[in-house]
């Protein structure tokens, strides 16, 4: 039987998603980290990570998942306990190779403490993408050259550690995620030139990278990003099957239904 677990919370419906479907859980969120959470959630501040570790261990907790939108909020050295005094150098050197290399060092950490690591997806595998995963129009021939170009882009930048998806019009890549996230690459899309389109309304792919350790950070839609998409001019949005997460998956298809754009999933 599997033991007690803990939702270290960020930002996002997707913390709440699992509070509900798991209410005996421990409820973590950092200082400084905005979380939908609320009531029964722990603060805790990131420089006091031995303090996380000893109240998980107190609450019987044996596995966690990380959940939510992670920003980086300051850290005070001044304020380092023991415990992020000894994982400091490794965590500074985890931050400059980029995102994924924290979010792994961070796993690493969690795990040598004697916690299982889980992913919201092997809580809750109704969220993920399933196969087949069709919403609204057919792509135009011109919109399934630019599926293949996105998913080929993506693949490309995977060693760079960048983002998780990309917007492609007429071949041409219109943008990137990065630090910044789908909704601002989406915004700033919105902005480009008709003239640059190459006559096509463009699509966009949001994939995991390669490689990349989906037991955190995996990659999620909600109705922001169906929102997103059709307000940049977007034909649709595709999705990798069974890597990426659905959240409220009902609003989502309401709004992909009302937006005239489509959402399909394909395996990458």
């Given amino acids: 039987m599997a033991g007690r677990l803990a939702i270290l919370a960020c930002g996002g419906a997707l913390p709440v998603r699992l509070a509900e479907a798991f209410p005996d859980a421990m409820q973590i969120t950092l200082d400084g980290i905005p979380s939908e959470l609320s009531g029964s959630s722990q603060s805790f501040q990131l420089e006091k990570f031995g303090a996380i570790f000893e109240s998980m261990r107190d609450a019987g907790i044996t596995r966690m998942v990380f959940a939510g939108d992670l920003t980086r909020p300051p850290l005070n ?15 500074m050197q985890a931050v400059g190779k980029g995102d994924d290399a924290l979010l792994r060092f961070v796993i690493g950490v969690f795990e040598a403490e004697g916690f299982e690591v889980v992913g919201a997806h092997e809580l809750l595998p109704d969220l993920t993408a399933p196969a087949g995963l069709h919403l609204g129009p057919e792509p135009s021939r011109g919109d399934e050259a630019d599926i293949t170009r996105g998913l080929d882009i993506l693949d490309a930048i995977a060693p760079l550690d960048l983002g ?32 640059l389109k190459r006559g096509q ?3 966009y792919v949001k994939a995991p990278k390669r490689g990349q350790d989906l037991r955190i950070d995996m990659p999620a839609i909600g109705v922001r990003t169906i929102e997103g998409v059709a307000n940049a001019g977007l034909a649709g949005l595709v999705v990798a099957q069974g890597q990426v ?7 989502v298809k309401a709004a992909v239904e009302q937006s005239g754009i489509f959402l399909i999933s394909r395996p990458v």
Avoid: H, K, S
């Fill in 201 to 203: 309304r463009g699509v």
């Fill in 77 to 91: 050295p001044a304020q380092f306990d023991a415990t992020m005094m000894r994982l400091a150098p490794g965590l």
């Fill in 245 to 251: 997460l659905v959240l409220e998956p009902e609003a």
């Fill in 164 to 195: 998780q998806g990309c917007a492609v019009a007429g071949g041409l890549c219109l943008g990137i995620e990065t630090i910044q996230g789908t909704d601002a690459n989406l915004r700033y899309i919105a902005t480009t030139p008709e003239p």
